[in-house]
């Protein structure tokens, strides 16, 4: 199982590639753009940006996002 974390001083997301489809849910509905697709998985190289709103974990149909708050 490939899971890249992803932390900053207050929340870990964790994204589970083996799940990633890489449609984009999650980068289109982030309202900070926290999230970015490098090479068809979603990654989150701007974590320190995150609001802790979960839109990102309701919108992925995979469930391969666990927010530490959410
Ligand atoms: S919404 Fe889920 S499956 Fe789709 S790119 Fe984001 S993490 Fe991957
Ligand atoms: S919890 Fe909200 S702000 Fe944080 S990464 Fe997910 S969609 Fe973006």
Redesign the pocket.
């Known amino acids: 199982m490939v899971v890249k974390t992803f932390k900053s001083d207050v929340v870990t997301i964790n994204?589970d590639h083996d799940?990633?489809?890489?449609?984009?849910?999650?980068?289109d509905v982030c309202p900070v753009s926290v999230?970015e697709?490098v090479d068809g998985?979603?990654t989150a190289p701007n974590v320190e940006e995150c609001i802790e709103c979960c839109a990102?974990v309701e919108?992925?149909?995979?469930e391969?996002?666990v927010h530490s708050s959410c």
């Open positions: 994204i799940k990633c489809k890489g449609h984009g849910d999650c980068v999230y697709l998985k979603s990102c919108a992925c149909p995979e391969a996002i």
